[in-house]
């Protein structure tokens, strides 16, 4: 399986496909990468890992991090995603009343 972007750790093992469709109405209303990158430097820092320009790098280290010092890699992935917002912010649930007009 070929991704474009080097997060060895969601191929690896056991893979579950999922599919995101979208036509990109949401990019004004949801968290960017951007937005999540300055969320991911703290918690990378407070980890003592190093900085890294790329996103998905920097969390492949935090999570390898974290499953080095005892977490299992869905406790590591939970435990990221609560850091970084994903489980606080109703964004990430499609709960923004964006105008759905034609998706009936």
Known sequence: MTIPHQFPSLV?????????A?????????????VLKIKLDEI???????????????AE???NNLTTNGKS????RLWL????GMLD??????EIGLPLSGNR
């Open 12 to 20: 690896e093992g056991r893979t579950q496909a999922v599919l995101i």
């Open 22 to 34: 979208g036509t990109g109405f949401s990019t004004p209303n949801a968290p960017t990468v951007g």
């Open 44 to 58: 990378a820092h407070n980890l003592g890992e190093g900085p890294d320009d790329d996103f998905y790098k920097l």
């Open 61 to 63: 280290l935090v999570l």
């Open 73 to 76: 890699d869905s406790e590591s």
């Open 81 to 84: 995603a609560e850091e970084l």
């Open 89 to 94: 912010d109703r964004r990430w649930f499609g």
